[in-house]
């Protein structure tokens, strides 16, 4: 099965800067690129592990802390990166993104490639609207995930051409 | 290290989003002097942010309180409106509504069952280690998750925060082969429920009793979710057996029911006629247990719950992973009954015209008894919001069982408890709970102090 390129906005609008990711995905949505799932979440773990299959390429959209910080600033983070700088797990409720990473991994369950494209934020208190900082880095963030999924496209396509000379099936079917 | 002298354990709050819940624990010579647990509550940011909305808004906009419970919220939210306006939603839709209320049932249970609560008792630092070592439970477990997730997206139009519930009802209802596919999936979903329901009977459990009064919905002859009437159990003296059951109409739930701020919360603590009490599965099971689904009931049994057709209770917070098992293989079994007997309703929803009123309602959220009460004036614009979450009326259970358990722990026999045990202790009493402390959260950070 040729996989597909999974685009999900985690966070929460009603959090200011945490909606950075949603709001991603609501600007994709003005002018949708072709054939990507475009969605959104709040993180939790179990509803992740359920919007990718193994030979999918994922790309998260996500708001982060960094210290010492610079809201606004992007990163492109690998899985395993984002794994490492999540906070330990001492979460009486939920678990971070990273364990959620971790707990595909564990399950199996780890898309064909995961990508965290992610903004520093600066405000995360109770309310609608993201902070000037996070706002002015918004248009930057939505080219680079466009890009990113034109870029998984190609690797995809690349791939399922070379499983055809094979004349086999994609390498995780 | 001596357990003389003084000190303090603090979980504070980390991440993402910044600190939603915290705990503080000082413990002075020996005797544990304080419990605080520090929760910042988004519901009251929502009570301002509704008054001057429409009466049709609330389940859109209270359905963004939490993640986890959407559905809870606009159940709440559209009863205590439509009774402001002397509407009842009965029949095919209040039954598709319950629909919708088990499928989220069956998502957060599950999570909290698999991926949060398990791994205390398996001796797993987490989830992903649970994975590792027992992964069979955990696939199934997101299983049944993925059941409850389909109810969602098939009747709430998607999976987070759902979009298709409206006062009075849908904006549009399913036909019956549309709810096919479910069934399916839930009748693969039971017996997955009833094995995890052995699973976690398994479990060792520590003793400890939590002694004050529950509360709960109770609707003679069904376990209640989002029917009845509030009721209160009366305190257990240590023991399983139940104790007198008393009406608590929720036009009167807020005379008992009283909240006060304290000074280390932005979250109000709630006191029942001026006690701490519980809501949740405990209560819900104490009260209505007798009303399981058949299947339900047989597993709670066997489990070892007690039987509560005879009047027994489990006061146990470590069992409370029981019977939320137990729960979600009710909800499953019950959402089955429901899709077998659907006939679409006539209209997907029924008119609900304001009029210058009060409404209050209250259902079974997964962690417990959430309330709603709206004004409004004639044309509908709200006047009043006011929402009564479940964690904050267990918040003050919460610092006690926390108390109790972490005292027994130091009067105990054995080496005294350093600071990493006394932590773990404190984790696993406050998950006990499965309090919903961060609404949008993600992490909760630990350090260590001592005075």
Redesign the interface.
């Known amino acids: 099965m040729t996989g597909r390129v999974v685009v999900i906005g985690v966070g929460n609008p009603y959090r200011r800067d945490d909606g950075a990711g949603p709001a991603v995905i609501e600007a994709l949505r003005a002018a949708p690129p072709k054939d990507a799932v475009l969605t959104d979440g709040d993180g939790e773990p179990g509803r992740m592990l359920g919007l990718w299959r193994r030979q999918d390429a994922v790309i998260v959209v996500e708001v982060v802390h960094a210290h010492p910080g610079r809201p606004g600033r992007l990163h492109t983070l690998t899985a395993e990166r984002a794994a490492r700088c999540a906070a330990p797990s001492a979460s009486t409720h939920a678990l971070g993104l990273g364990e959620t990473f971790a707990l595909a991994a564990a399950l199996d369950r780890m898309p064909r490639e995961l990508t965290v494209h992610a903004v520093e934020g600066a405000d995360f208190g109770l309310g609608h609207g993201l902070s000037t900082a996070v706002a002015d880095a918004l248009p930057e963030l939505i080219r680079r995930v466009a890009g990113a999924i034109d870029e998984a496209h190609d690797r995809l396509r690349h791939t399922s051409a070379l499983a055809d000379d094979r004349g086999s099936e994609a390498p995780c079917p | 290290m001596s357990h003389r002298g003084s000190r303090v354990l603090r979980?504070d709050a980390?991440?993402?989003?910044?600190g939603e819940?915290a705990l503080q624990l000082a413990v002075r010579d020996g005797t544990v002097a304080e419990a605080r647990l520090r929760v910042y509550e988004?519901p009251r940011?929502f009570e301002a942010f509704l008054v001057g909305r429409g009466h049709g808004e609330p389940p859109d906009i209270t359905s963004?309180i939490c993640?986890?419970c959407p559905v809870a919220y606009q159940m709440t939210a559209c009863q205590a409106i439509e009774r402001a306006c002397g509407v009842t939603v009965d029949g095919p839709l209040a039954r598709l509504r319950r629909l919708l209320y088990y499928g989220e049932w069956i998502?957060s249970q599950?999570?909290h069952i698999h991926?949060?609560h398990a791994p205390d008792f398996l001796g797993c630092?987490?989830?992903?280690?649970l994975?590792?070592e027992h992964?069979a439970a955990?696939?199934r477990g997101?299983r049944i998750?993925?059941a409850g997730?389909a109810i969602m997206e098939q009747l709430g139009g998607r999976?987070?925060h759902p979009v298709n519930v409206r006062v009075g009802g849908f904006y549009r209802v399913p036909a019956p082969a549309e709810l096919a596919p479910l069934a399916e999936r839930l009748r693969r979903a039971h017996d997955d429920a009833l094995a995890t329901v052995q699973w976690v009977a398994s479990f060792d459990f520590p003793d400890a009793t939590y002694d004050g009064p529950f509360l709960a919905m109770r609707d003679p002859g069904r376990y209640a979710i989002d029917s009845g009437t509030p009721a209160v159990m009366a305190a257990g003296a240590g023991s399983d057996a139940a104790a007198p059951v008393r009406a608590l109409p929720v036009e009167e739930f807020e005379r008992h029911v009283v909240e006060r701020q304290v000074p280390h919360s932005t979250a109000l603590v709630s006191e029942l006629d001026g006690h701490h009490y519980l809501t949740g599965s405990l209560a819900r099971y104490a009260v209505s247990g007798r009303w399981l689904h058949p299947s339900a009931l047989d597993a709670a049994r066997e489990a070892g719950l007690g039987d509560p057709a005879t009047g027994r209770v489990c006061r146990n917070p470590f069992r409370s992973i029981i019977v939320r098992a137990v729960e979600v293989a009710h909800a499953v079994a019950e959402a089955l009954r429901i899709i077998d007997a659907y006939e679409p309703p006539a209209r997907p929803y029924l008119a609900v015209p304001p009029r210058p009123a009060t409404g209050r309602a209250a259902t079974e959220a997964p962690r417990g008894l959430l309330y709603h009460r709206y004004a409004m004036d004639a044309d509908g614009t709200l006047t009043l919001a006011r929402i009564v979450p479940p964690t904050a009326q267990n918040q003050a259970a919460i610092e006690y069982d926390l108390r109790r358990q972490v005292q027994s722990r130091l009067d105990g026999p054995g080496e005294p408890p350093g600071d990493e045990e006394l932590t773990s202790l404190c984790?696993r009493a406050?998950?006990n709970h499965?309090?919903?402390?961060?609404c949008?959260?993600?992490?909760?950070?630990?350090t260590v102090e001592r005075g």
Do not use: M
Not at chain 2, 14 to 18: I, T, Y
Not at chain 2, 125 to 129: F, L, R, Y
């Open positions: 979980l980390l991440a993402r989003v910044e819940a988004p940011f963004r993640g986890i998502e599950s999570l991926l949060l630092p987490s989830a992903v280690e994975a590792r992964r955990v696939e997101l998750k993925q997730n999976a987070i984790e406050v998950r499965d309090p919903c402390i961060s949008s959260a993600h992490f909760l950070d630990l």
